[in-house]
T-cell receptor, first 113, second 113 residues
């Protein structure tokens, strides 16, 4: 079956532009997570959803970052007025239920110039 | 953000050698996980540990959940070239209310044939 998919795989943005990153979780998975991975570092938690409810957004670095999952399936991570420090790989993961294995997508590599 | 202390940062070994890496935390986790990440891909789960003192194997991989719940190690026996990649430990405390994973900075493994 299909795994977690993310689009685009690569995004180059000029500083100040808004970007939207999409995550398609594995069908039927209840929980969806976003992580940010800087070069040479481990993934860092941003936010997660259980169905359409955003249960924890404590990792979002600023109010320029916003995530939504309106129908409890596809999720979008939006970054407004991008800055160079936003350059990173953004990973999405989904899990079948609470406290179950998180399956990661390939990530979106964002470069802000 | 919080990251676990993972060592070593990198390892260069000969094919056939055994490998050991470990992870420590200043706080307790109720679940420890080990992931492997290949270039351009998301992390893939190798082993999950749910109980203090637990020792679990997956083929040539063995991992242990420390008694104090503040550490874990991963061993790889008889390494092969396809073991090359970055290995991450991750802790989880769902009882704390969030399912987020806290990752280490990774151990980059190079295997010389």
């Amino acid at each position: 079956g299909a795994g977690v998919s993310q689009s685009p795989r690569y995004k180059v943005a000029k500083r100040g532009q808004d970007v939207a990153l999409r995550c398609d979780p594995i069908s039927g998975h209840v929980s969806l997570f976003w992580y940010q991975q800087a070069l040479g570092q481990g993934p860092e938690f941003l936010t997660y959803f259980q169905n359409e409810a955003q249960l924890d957004k404590s990792g979002l670095p600023s109010d320029r970052f916003f995530a939504e999952r309106p129908e409890g399936s596809v999720s979008t991570l939006k970054i407004q007025r991008t800055q160079q420090e936003d350059s990173a790989v953004y990973l999405c993961a989904s899990s079948p239920g609470r406290v179950e294995t998180q399956y990661f997508g390939p990530g979106t590599r964002l470069l802000v110039l | 953000g919080q990251q676990l202390n993972q060592s070593p940062q990198s390892m260069f070994i000969q094919e056939g050698e055994d490998v050991s890496m470990n992870c420590t935390s200043s706080s307790i986790f109720n679940t420890w996980l080990w992931y492997k990440q290949d270039p351009g891909e998301g992390p893939v789960l190798l082993i999950a540990l749910y109980k203090a003192g637990e020792l679990t194997s997956n083929g040539r991989l063995t991992a242990q959940f420390g008694i104090t719940r503040k550490d874990s190690f991963l061993n790889i026996s008889a390494s092969i070239p396809s073991d090359v990649g970055i290995y991450f430990c991750a802790g989880q405390n769902p009882q704390g209310g969030s399912e987020k994973l806290v990752f280490g900075k990774g151990t980059k493994l190079t295997v010389n044939p």
